[in-house]
């Protein structure tokens, strides 16, 4: 993805998805005005957990 826009497309995203999920709501708050690409990643890396599914969403973690 190209420095210019990365931190566009997770702010898209969040967009998006804050009309569902309040959780993203809150997240796209925190990253609305943020223009690095360092600062969103870090904005997201807060937040983020280790996965619990695997690729096709089952409950046990891939082998």
């Known amino acids: 993805m190209g ?6 497309r997770p702010k898209q995203w969040l967009g998006y998805l804050k ?3 309040s959780q993203a709501h ?3 708050n925190e990253i609305e005005r ?6 969103v990643i870090s904005v997201l890396d807060k937040y983020a957990k280790s996965p ?3 690729s ?3 409950n046990e ?3």
């Open 3 to 8: 420095g210019k826009y990365f931190s566009s």
């Open 19 to 21: 009309l569902q999920h």
């Open 26 to 28: 809150t997240r796209f």
């Open 34 to 39: 943020v223009k690095s690409k360092d600062d």
């Open 52 to 54: 619990l599914l695997d």
């Open 56 to 58: 096709n969403h089952n």
């Open 61 to 63: 973690p891939a082998a």
